[in-house]
């Protein structure tokens, strides 16, 4: 699995691996035999990397020393080709738990963007399934997961229109990252299972408060809305102080359960 080979101590020629060099700048990067990084701050060779152990530190050919590891997801989300916004890595790791995502259970998330929720879900162990309107997005999507997960994961990605409706049946999840949730809300109860968990992105606050009244009368209780303010810290000797910039408002996190049919 690309992104996770933690069995193999040495990282090895194919895989992606981060280089953060002097100043603390990181660079995703798939090592290749006879392959070299270029930045200012020199040349790395992708040979003199293969065979090393995360956590080494590698020459480029300026005489800088850059650190080598392997990537987190959070730092595959940030770097990784992307055609739409994804959801920030302070977000996901939120919405695994607000969703109630674990091993076995079938998703259907739509917008799936660049993949970067799709990537957290199967890591979570989940079976997802990706409606995407635009087939750019679904071939990014697509690309980047086997990029990160490998062939062969519980994931596919159909180019349809969420809001016309939803073929899967017995659902244990429904994740929505896009602008009108309320009209996937019928489709939505219908495909869940009692009790399953529907969860909404959104970046306005309008929206959210369309959406809610829509869950009030649409078959769904125990609604909730969140966001998450994250603020990093400068620690260097007696200077320990908030960080000037932090990433403030991303979206609203959204779930609602899917009341059964008495």
Known sequence: MDGRPEATASLTEGERVLLVDPRGRRYLVRLTAGGSFHTHSGIVSHDDVVGRQPGSFVPASTGRRFLVVRPTLADVVVKMPRGAQVIYPKDLGA??????????????????????????????????????????????????????VGEGAPYRVEERDVYEGIAEEGLDRVLLDLPEPWRVLPHARR????????????????????????????????????????????????????????????GFLTTARRLADD
């Open 95 to 148: 919405i695994l738990l607000a969703a109630d995502i674990g091993p076995g259970m079938r998703v259907l998330e739509a917008g799936v963007g660049s993949g970067a929720l799709s990537m957290a879900l199967l890591r979570a162990g989940a079976e997802v399934v990706g409606y995407e309107l635009r087939a750019d997005f679904a071939q990014r999507s697509r690309a980047n997961v086997a990029a990160f």
């Open 191 to 250: 495909a869940l299972r009692p009790g399953g968990i529907l969860f909404s992105y959104l970046p306005s606050i309008t929206q959210v408060a369309e959406l809610r009244d829509a869950l009030d009368g649409g078959g769904f209780a125990l609604a909730e809305t969140s966001e998450l303010l994250r603020r990093t810290w400068h620690v260097e000797a007696r200077s320990v102080r908030p960080d000037h910039r932090m990433v403030a408002h991303t």
